[in-house]
Every structure is written in C-alpha cells, then in structure tokens.
C-alpha cells in the first residue's frame, strides 16, 4: 500500500512540474513574438525642401549634311557627249557639267520646223483671203455674208492649228535643251557615275543612279534629334556646341536655327537644325558630331539629391517626416544633372525629407533624425 501511495505522490509531482515547463515556455514564445511586432524605430537624416533653379547639359550625336544637294539626272534619252566636271570639282551656278546627244531629237525639231513654217504659209494665206473679202464686201451686194463667214472660220482654224505648230518646235526644243546640263548652284561635284557614250535616261538601265551628285560645302547643316523629356526647354536661340572625330581638340558652335515643331513618330524625338559657316571647307557632309546643348533654368522647381528619390516597383517616391513618422510621397523625376534631380509631387517647401531614402523605411514607422 505504501508503495502504491509513493507512486500516486510522484505521478503527480511529474505532472505538475511538466505543466509549469510549459507555460513558461509559452510565456517565453509569445513575448519573443510581441517583441518583434514592435516597429523598428530608423536613424535618418534629413534636409528642408527648398526650390532652386536648375539647369542641365545633354550630349548627343548629330549629323552634318550639306545645307543643299542635288542628284542630277537626264531628262531625255541620249548618250554621253562630254563632260566638263569630275568628282571635287568646284563649280559655280549655270556652269556646264556635261553635253549629251540624240540624234532622233535633231530628226524631230527639223520635222517641227517645217510642219511650223509650212502653217504659218497656210494662215497668212487664209488670212490674207479674209482681209480681201471684208475689204470688198464694204461695197453692198459684192460678198455674201455666208462666204465672208467662212473665210473667218477657214482663218481661225488655220490659227489654231499654227499655234499647236509652235508649241510642238517648243517642246521639242525644250527637250534638246536638256541635252546640256548645268549647275543650279554653286558647290562641290561628289559623285560621278557616268563616262563619255554612257546611255542615260529618265527611265531604264541609263538611270539607275544619278550622273552627278552637287553638294553645297560652305554651309551645313548639322541636325541633331533631341528626346521627348527635353523638348519643352528648347528655344531657337539656344547655343550649342560640338566635336567632330576629325579635330578632337576643336569645338564649334552654332545656335539652333529650326525646330521641327512635332515629335518623330519613330524614335519620339524632335529635330532641330542649325546652320554652320564652312568657308574654310574643314567639316565634310555625312560627319557625325558629339553635340553639347545647355538648357537653361526658367523657373524654380524642387531639386533634390538623386538619393533622397527612392525607385520601388509599385511607385517614385521620396520619404517625408510628418509628427516624427514617415511617410512615402510619390513624386515624377525631372532633369537629372550634378547628382541633383527635379522632383514633381505634392509637396511644399520648408518639408523635411530623408536624404537616402530607401524600401526599408516604411510608410508609418517611427523615425529618429539625426543630429548634426
């Protein structure tokens, strides 16, 4: 019995000592638990938001191209002649570059010649007889006004058809005229792609490329596309300037003369061009140019450092202190330059924003500014 009753006693005991183990170590998970649902409370520092006028430098490629060229092609078919001019030549407007043959052409004015000659024969014969009938039908009762008639209308007819005469010998003319082809402006032959007895035409194998290629050099053009985010701060009195591989040392400048006034539907940029002064013949058409252009501040706007503008998935954002808390404000980037960046949201100047503003510190956690 006593036995029994020992047995009673420490099954108990063991019990007992099990159920306090196990609240105790309850107790010890949930306030593990309790203690880390406690917010971490962040050390940031902060800066007042002010504005300030910012202004930036892009660089970007551009093309310089002739301020005016021309692929000169024949107008008629023929057969090269003689050519004054050579890929380099200087040229000034109306000279000679080259004289083509057709003989068929020679064949057909002659033809207009005398189909011209033989109707002005036959109007002034028509008219004459015109002239002599109204002449005698003054006296009463010698021409009938029937026949007077009809000689006017044989003398309008024969007119018309001497008019249509002429026009054929002009435009036949005209085409022979072509056989001589001349400069439309000053500048520099750079392509060649014809030779004495080459066939040409409008139309064929003589036409495949152009006989001459005529570039302006004296004046280029240098055109540049610029993208969308800078399109507002362009002005046509905007300088810039650029460096071409050729002469690494040397900067130019130039003042933009044009803006194209839409954005190119392909890359979403605008063109602008500006005119450059090649007298001294040193840029060549078809170079690339490393452009500069400065866009200068025309109003006062949030700047910022670019670390006090977080990027997360869902949004931009900048971190503002409100009653010690955080709090997020999402914000469109502007400009960015010098480590600096506009900044677009609702905020208001004098707010206090965390320099480096990053994920970790949540929307609505305590925050502890540190002191300089």
Partial sequence: MKSKAIKSILTVAGLFSATILFNSCGHSEAKKEEKSTVPTVHSVEVFTLEKGMMSTTIQIPGELIAKHSVDLYAKVNSFVQ?????????????????????????????????????????????????????QTSKTAGTI????????????NADFAQLD?????????????????????????????????????????KGSEFPMFTLQDQKKLRLIVLIPEAYTSYLGDKNEITFTVKAFPSEVFKAKINRLAGALDTKFRSERIEMDIDNSQKKLLPGMVA???????????????P??????????????????????????RKG???????????????????????????????EVKIKKD
């Fill in 306 to 331: 670019k670390a006090a503008v977080a990027n997360a998935p869902e949004k931009v954002f900048v971190v503002k202190i409100v009653n010690g808390k955080a709090e997020w404000i999402e914000v």
């Fill in 82 to 134: 003689k050519m004054n001019v050579d890929v380099g030549t200087e040229v000034k407007e109306g000279q000679l570059l080259v004289t083509m043959e057709a003989p068929e052409l020679s064949s057909q004015l002659s033809a207009a010649a005398s189909r011209l000659q033989s109707q002005e024969a036959i109007y002034a014969a028509s008219k004459a007889l015109y002239d002599r009938l109204l």
């Fill in 335 to 365: 400009r960015e330059a010098e480590g600096k960046v506009e900044i677009y949201g609702d905020l208001s100047e004098g707010d206090q924003l965390v320099k480096v503003a990053t994920e970790e510190i949540r929307e609505g956690v």
């Fill in 164 to 204: 249509a005469a002429k026009s054929s010998y002009k435009e036949i003319a005209d085409n022979k005229n072509y056989l001589a082809i001349r400069a439309p402006f000053s500048g520099f032959i750079t392509a060649r792609n014809i030779s004495v007895g080459a066939y040409v035409g409008p139309s064929g």
């Fill in 144 to 155: 009938s006004p029937n026949e007077l008639d009809q000689a006017l209308a044989r003398k």
């Fill in 290 to 304: 490393e452009v500069k252009i400065s866009f200068p501040a025309t109003e006062k706007t949030f700047v910022v």
